[in-house]
Each structure stands twice: as structure tokens, then as C-alpha cells.
């Protein structure tokens, strides 16, 4: 089995930054993909940013030219960089990741991190 271990969230002012990483617990574990997503209570969790082991992102409308999503695959760790962040992305944060073996697709999530924007 694996663990994803996030970290960074907090709390910021309006416009602030807050970068999140999330490492897997076991380094031989190859993940399709790795990603991000956020829920605030009474709403369905929303991906936000995704990267593929390939290189290629896909990005939530709303946070398309403020947040970047990277990888370290040597260390099975993705990161989110949040920049001008705004009230509204204020929620709790799950690291996400896909692995295919043996022509299934297994998710996997990490516990949440909270990230909290306000004066």
C-alpha cells in the first residue's frame, strides 16, 4: 500500500501565496497521474490541477494563471503553487493520484490540508 502526505496548507491574506506538497509514502509506486483537489462543505470536490507522469497539466477555469502544478518524479512528490489567492479558494485540499497495474485503475487520496484565505 501507499500513503499520500500532504503539507502547506494555512492560513493567507487575499493575494498571498501558499505552495502544497504531497509525497507518496513509497517511491517504486509509478502513478499514471498526480493531482489536486479542493471541497468546501455542501459542495462536490472539484479537481483543480492535475499533471500526468508525462509532463502534461490540465488546470481548473479558475485557477488557470494563478496556481502551478509540478512533479518530482525521482521523489513521488507533486506540488501546487497557489499565487493571488482570493476567498473564494478557500477549502481543504486532497492530493490525488492514479496508478495503472494489471489493466485496472487504482486511485489513491491523501487526508486533506486546509487552506484558508482571509484577512
Known amino acids: 500500500q501507499v500513503q499520500l502526505v500532504e503539507s502547506g496548507g494555512g492560513l493567507v491574506q487575499p493575494g498571498g501565496s501558499l505552495r502544497l506538497s504531497c509525497a507518496a509514502s513509497?517511491?517504486?509506486?509509478?502513478?499514471?497521474?498526480m493531482g489536486w483537489s479542493r471541497q468546501v462543505p455542501g459542495k462536490e470536490r472539484e479537481l483543480v490541477a492535475r499533471?500526468?507522469?508525462?509532463?502534461?497539466?490540465n488546470y481548473a477555469d479558475s485557477v488557470k494563471g494563478r496556481f502551478t502544478i509540478s512533479q518530482d518524479n525521482a521523489k513521488n512528490t507533486v506540488y501546487l503553487q497557489m499565487n493571488s489567492l482570493k476567498p473564494e479558494d478557500t477549502a481543504v485540499y486532497y492530493c490525488?493520484?492514479?496508478?495503472?497495474?494489471?489493466?485496472?485503475?487504482?486511485?489513491?487520496w491523501g487526508q486533506g490540508t486546509q487552506v484558508t484565505v482571509s484577512t
Open positions: 490525488n493520484a492514479y496508478r495503472n497495474w494489471a489493466g485496472s485503475i487504482y486511485p489513491y
Open positions: 513509497r517511491s517504486d509506486f509509478a502513478f499514471s497521474s
Open positions: 499533471v500526468s507522469s508525462g509532463g502534461i497539466t
